[in-house]
């Protein structure tokens, strides 16, 4: 083997080799408060549809879209359930909050969530494009903006945030 073959050979298994390393790196890692919390919420009759984290200093935050039968927002507080879940639904939705016209969300209601964490709950707005981590069909999608369906955005914080 020549020089440059052996050299474009090496070339070519270090960076493979960085890649798998990169695609590994979030393998094993220790799942935050929020992850940890946000797992032991449910929605019953709700099935997950995309999965969101972030972390700042001293907070994390975890969002998980669920998707299933048309219900009531008061409903709603009925059928979210997990160890130290608590919900209050608003009266009406967002209070003292602007709902921007680009808002695929309307915030509904706030709570307790596992591990003393705080929890919100949103809606999804009819006719506003889906967030690009939510893992809907375009079916489901449809459906919900005919009201067949119903959305909902469950926010777990923890930390000073």
């Not at 209601?109 to 707005?125: E, Q, S």
């Not at 006719?127 to 893992?135: A, E, L, V």
Request: aromatic share 6%; with cysteine; charged share 20%.
């Amino acid at each position: 083997m020549g020089l440059r073959r052996w050299t474009a050979t090496m070339a070519v298994s270090i960076v493979v080799t960085g890649v798998a390393g990169c695609s590994l790196a979030g393998v094993g890692a220790t799942p935050t408060a929020a992850e940890k919390s946000i797992a032991r919420i449910r929605i019953f009759g709700y099935q997950k549809a995309g999965e969101s984290d972030d972390a700042g200093p001293g907070t994390t935050t975890s969002s998980v879209v669920y998707v299933g039968p048309s219900v009531s927002d008061g409903r709603l507080a009925q059928i979210t359930n997990g160890r130290g879940v608590s919900l209050n639904i608003f009266s009406r939705p967002s209070p003292n909050v602007a709902v921007l016209p680009s808002d695929n969300t309307i915030w509904i209601g706030r709570g307790r969530a596992p591990m003393n964490c705080g929890l919100l709950m949103y809606r999804y707005r009819n006719g506003k494009p889906p967030s690009k981590w939510w893992d809907l069909t375009r079916h489901e999608l449809a459906q919900a903006r005919m009201r067949k369906i119903s959305i909902f955005e469950v926010t777990v914080v923890c930390g000073k945030g």
